[in-house]
């Protein structure tokens, strides 16, 4: 399969530059190992602990493995020996070299625990996703999204391309190949997590439980969070819930959208909204059966607002920055799907679908002005073929233009 360019590149590179390790962390099936097997260029010894034998050597002798694989190393699945790490450190404290060590890891929530611990400040940690929008139409050097006046519009994307996009997700194996049976592919990405990460992070006793769990959490995606709901459904304790739910987040899976705080904190609801990364998997787990029939679903509206967030935050995660986002929402329930928060300055973004956009559809941008701050370009993704201003501050933007 031809590779496919990652915005990631640039920055990881840097980063290479910079530190003695660099680690690639994010979800399974993401392309973490291609992404660093096309940069490595075959100039670097490669190992992946996957397999049992070079993974109990690792284990039980880290010193004899890191001679055995000497620097430059890519170490893939380094979850797998967390007790390479100290011995890393010791290596490249010896040493003092940038770009020794590459890693890939896919289980944060442990993970980071034993990096923070054994590499602070010699680890550069870098997150990868499924491919962009970008990423998919050969646009990889796409800068973060931000609403301004000089967007342009990108590729168009007709409601059936668009969906199936959504449809099938961003897992690389599956958009770079629109032939691949998609229900096969998630059934398999499922069972792999289950089977691996989710009994390795809580020792899950009972599987069928946590995927009627992860059922239930994609049914609520683009929803404010209700924990309480949430375990009913699920028939779980409200601890075991939020215990479940952390380990998604950490494993890339979902997203936790926090509200903006700010000064009003009386006034603004403080519960953040769930979103699924993926839209495929997400799809996948509520059993939608094709694109058709998800456009035309109850889910509809919720999963495309999931990955028009899910297309921001790549933007901002593959040029290795924070993504400085939120949400608005008061209790007289007035909302605001999306706020970026740049230089001290708001930008606020909604998301419709929609291709006949009207200025009614950002009214609650107005209420911003109780932020006491300055209020930059606003936004209404939606389904319009060009860019159409709504008031002087506001546009409406073809959905395309994610694509850069």
Known sequence: MKYIHRTLEKFFLNAHRQFPVTMVVGPR?????TFLRHLSKDNRTYVTLDD?????????????????????VLID??????????????????EHKTGSFWLTGSQQFHLMKGVSESLAGRVGIINLQ????????????TPPFLPNSDMKTGAILELDSLYRIIWHGCFPAIAANPDMECGLFYSSFIQTYLQRDVRDLAKVGDEMRFLRFIRAAAARTGQLLNMADLA?????????????LSILQASGIIYLLEPYYGNLTKRMVKTPKLYFLDTGLCSYLTEWTSPANLEAGAMTGAVFESWCIAEVIKSYWHNGQHAPICFYR????????????????????????????????????????????????GALICLCRDIVPLTDKIDAVPVATFSG
């Open 29 to 33: 099936q993401v392309g973490k190992t």
């Open 232 to 244: 009913r459904d699920a028939d779980v304790a409200q601890n075991t819930a939020k215990n479940w």
């Open 130 to 141: 499924g491919l962009s929008l970008p990423e998919m139409f050969g646009n990889s050097g």
């Open 330 to 377: 008061d209790k007289d329930k007035k909302e605001i799907d999306l706020l970026i928060v740049r230089d001290g300055t708001v930008y606020p973004v909604e998301f419709k679908k929609s291709a006949s956009p009207k200025k009614s559809d950002a009214g609650h941008f107005s209420v911003l002005k109780n932020l006491k701050m300055p209020i930059g370009h």
């Open 52 to 72: 049992p034998i070079v993974r109990a050597l690792a284990r039980e002798d880290p010193e004899l493995f890191l001679q055995r694989y000497k620097p430059p």
């Open 77 to 94: 699945e380094i979850q797998y020996a967390p007790e390479l790490l100290p011995h890393i450190k010791m290596k490249v404290d010896r």
